[in-house]
């Protein structure tokens, strides 16, 4: 799929922003339009009138469960994500709200007003779905990854008013499941993620 120039452009600011500011010093609306929007990684609009809407109560942490190889395009793999969940799966979108790559980039999926899909038993509606790239049943998450996932669990924290508490991953609402994938569920396991976004949002306060 080639890129509209509008779209390159959007993708363009979106990692100038990204790369300007070091992710530490980053305010949590600094994230926000830091994140890569649907139409610059050339992915198109889910169909509103099929989606069910949701008001977000949790924030749900996912990993992508296939080897993520460096040098991995992650708009390509965005693209060929879309196009299998619509066509094969024949969901509304990528199952996801938002997902992270190899670089910590942050990329919008599903719009986070509309639930997302899972192949397991639980209910994803109120659930705003992180995917972090890799299958870390097999690998370790990068820093760059888990401080990305710390930046953006702050931010739909603080922006819909998410208690800690519903900070969480997928194998907790599920046993049909090993997902995020033993070495990145430890951080949710040890309450690494949850202190840390805790620390995030009391830093935004001063």
Not at 147 to 156: C, E, F, P, T, W
Not at 161 to 184: E, M, W, Y
Request: hydrophobic residues 35%; neutral net charge.
């Amino acid at each position: 799929m080639t890129i509209r120039p509008s779209s390159a452009l959007a993708l363009a600011l979106s990692l100038l922003l990204f790369a300007a500011v070091p992710a530490s010093a980053q305010s949590l609306a600094d994230v926000e339009r830091s994140i890569v929007p649907v139409s610059a990684w050339g992915g198109t609009p889910a169909d509103p009138a099929l989606a069910h809407r949701q008001t977000i109560t949790h924030i749900t942490l996912h990993h992508q469960g296939e080897t993520y190889k460096p040098g991995t395009d992650p708009q390509q793999y965005l693209r060929n994500l879309q196009k299998w969940s619509r066509g094969t799966k024949h969901w509304l979108d990528i199952p996801y709200h938002y997902i992270i790559d190899l670089d910590g980039k942050i990329f919008e999926g599903r719009k986070i007003d509309y639930a997302g899909d899972t192949n397991t038993e639980y209910d994803p509606t109120g659930h705003a779905l992180i995917e972090v790239v890799g299958n870390f049943e097999e690998v370790e998450p990068n820093q760059q990854q888990l401080d990305a996932v710390v930046r953006l669990m702050a931010l739909l924290a603080k922006k819909y008013d998410v208690g800690l508490d519903h900070i969480a991953s997928h194998r907790d609402f599920s046993k049909q499941t090993v997902c995020p994938g033993a070495n990145l569920y430890r951080y949710v396991q040890d309450g690494y993620f949850r202190h840390k976004v805790a620390l995030r949002l009391a830093q935004e306060q001063k």
